[in-house]
């Protein structure tokens, strides 16, 4: 298994320890060539949908080794954030740092502030800890806290 999965599969068992909230993994969109290749048959929503005290969440997983690309934010995946948050939702953006087996998050707009004081197209993993907000995989629930 991959670590984006692993840390899905391990967020997604955190997540559903919440008491008044309910979160499911969505579904990835494949399709199957005649050649038995798999591709993804359109954009999936983000990793993960839920409710929480009554807001609707949003959550996009993204996996770092030594930085992050904007661009592996994809266009559909902001637009679905945005809308949520716009709309009195919660749309956060949850970092699993690889090497040091590390959680950090933030909000939509705390992101496109990272985005837009950025010179450069990608964010390093230390300025990542610096600009979010750091939890322990097994206190994921704290996010809403």
């Known amino acids: 298994m991959n670590n984006g999965k692993r840390i899905e599969n391990i967020i997604e068992k955190e997540l559903n320890k919440i008491k008044n909230g309910y979160f499911i993994k969505s579904p990835t969109p494949i399709r199957i ?5 798999i591709i993804y048959a359109k954009k999936a929503l983000c990793d993960f ?8 969440i949003l959550i996009e997983i993204k ?8 661009r592996r934010l994809k266009k559909h995946q902001l637009e679905q954030l945005e809308i949520i948050d716009k709309l009195g939702g919660i749309s956060l953006i949850i970092f699993y740092l690889i090497n ?3 959680i950090c998050y933030t909000n939509i707009n ?9 010179k ?13 907000i750091n939890i322990e995989i097994n206190n994921i629930t704290n996010i809403f806290n």
Not at 63 to 70: A, V
Not at 110 to 117: A, S
């Open 110 to 118: 705390d992101f496109r502030e990272i985005i837009k004081n950025s």
């Open 49 to 56: 949908i839920g409710i929480y005290n009554q807001k609707f």
């Open 100 to 102: 040091e087996e590390k």
């Open 120 to 132: 450069m197209k990608s964010i390093s993993k230390e300025n990542i800890i610096l600009k979010t």
């Open 63 to 70: 996996t770092i080794t030594k930085n992050f690309e904007f």
């Open 33 to 37: 060539t005649k050649d038995k290749k």
